[in-house]
């Protein structure tokens, strides 16, 4: 009996984060899954990415010519929306990658497109296919951590200049009257986001943002914070806490705290391992229990999902909403304030100068395991935090 046809694939965005992509096409292709017929980038190639494949440099005539069945877009945020509604207007189904629009009239119009032409859309956070994550939710709804009384994040990034100088949208607020939002919380910490949402939702099912307080700040000249702290307030269970700094002495990747009457638990992020500990000041290595995870690749579980709908897809947009509802609120949120020059020093170890705000690796730490905003740490380079309430109705 012959094999059927595997559907075919298409990238927009090659370079940048869409080699990883490439690099997760290739093994499905070997693995016979599916046949990548185009790739799309406004860069050139090398030689080397690029084989006996189509090469384009506009999305639109890359669409026209092959046909392909999924496309996966991994282009800046500011493009998203007007790429996105063109691959579903040719029938094609969709890998988005994060944060899939700046707005929820952008997230609401995009779930109309998919719902008029019967497509469907993946997006593109990667830790939703975490195993240590299943299981995490697992332990939340079993009430193995007594009643969970928070959720927070806590993430220490070290970026230099060159890590503002890579493209010209970096650290900016908008491109050509775009939203951009390319700041901590929303970029490089999405997925710290996106996990703090679905982890309050494993406590309090149907439970919806209702309101935050934002804080956010920066150590040189740009439009956007590079150290943040939100606590968000929900309809129903525990609040969510990410502090976050690009601007840090150590590297901490971003790890998910659960904090519970009877235990604690922490996600380390990359490596999706799984700790349970006695109390909520939990930290790797001090665990009373390990479970070590792997994950579900994104574009595998929708070609799963394409091939048998009754296996659900693990990030699908309609899932993203709340996320795009802070996303939104972010955007429209006071600019950040300048961390004083007292505060911050600059150091050259990563190859180009990196500020560093004094103490803010401590201070993340602290945040995220007290629930506390780093105004009320009562840290010296802070400023009064950003209150704001948020829209709970969902759209017909």
């Known amino acids: ?76 945020p500011h493009t998203h929306l007007p790429i996105a509604l063109d691959v579903v207007a040719a029938g094609a189904d969709l890998l988005l990658e994060k944060p899939p629009v700046t707005s929820l009239a952008d997230h609401d119009l995009l779930t109309r497109a998919l719902r008029d032409a019967g497509r469907i859309c993946q997006v593109g956070f ?19 951590l007594g009643k969970v009384t928070g ?76 150290t943040a702290c939100l606590r968000v307030e929900f309809s129903a269970g525990p609040p969510l806490l990410i502090a976050v700094t690009l601007s840090a002495a150590g590297f901490r990747e971003g790890d998910m705290l659960v904090h519970g009457t009877d235990g604690s638990a922490v996600l380390e992020y990359p490596t999706d391992r799984l700790l349970f500990g006695p109390d909520s000041a939990t930290v790797p290595g001090a665990a009373a229990g390990l479970a070590s995870g792997e994950r579900t690749g994104l574009l595998a579980n929708l070609l799963d ?30 600019a950040p304030a300048p961390v004083p020059a007292e505060h911050r020093h600059q150091q050259h170890d990563t190859g180009s100068p990196a500020w560093v705000i ?12 007290t629930m506390t905003t780093y105004a009320d740490l009562g840290l010296p380079w802070t400023t009064t935090p950003y209150a704001g309430t948020l829209p709970v109705a969902k759209p017909n």
């Open 305 to 334: 999902h394409r091939r048998d709908p009754s296996v659900a897809l693990l990030a699908p947009l309609d899932a993203t909403r709340d996320f795009t509802a802070l996303v939104e609120a972010i955007l429209t949120a006071p």
């Open 151 to 226: 959720i927070a994040a806590a993430g220490t990034w070290i970026r230099d200049d060159a890590y503002y100088d890579r493209s010209p949208w970096a650290g900016r607020r908008s491109v050509d009257g775009q939203p951009v939002v390319d700041g901590a919380l929303v970029n490089p910490f999405a997925h710290t986001l996106m996990l703090g949402l679905d982890l309050v939702r494993a406590a309090a099912p149907g439970a919806v943002p209702t309101r935050f307080t934002l804080e956010r700040y920066r150590t040189r000249e740009i439009e956007v914070e590079d």
């Open 126 to 144: 990667q830790a939703q296919g975490s195993h240590a994550l299943a299981a995490l939710r697992d332990a939340i709804r079993d009430g193995r």
């Open 1 to 76: 009996m012959s094999q059927p046809t595997p559907p075919t694939v298409a990238l927009i965005g090659a370079t940048g984060y869409g080699v990883q992509h490439r690099e997760a096409i290739a093994a499905l292709e070997r693995a016979g899954r599916v046949r990548l017929v185009a790739l799309c980038d406004t860069r050139p190639l090398p030689e080397e990415a690029t084989g006996a494949v189509a090469v384009h440099t506009d999305h639109r005539a890359m669409l026209a010519a092959a046909r392909p069945d999924i496309v996966v877009v991994s282009t800046p």
């Open 358 to 369: 004094d103490g803010v690796d401590a201070a993340v730490t602290a945040a995220a395991t």
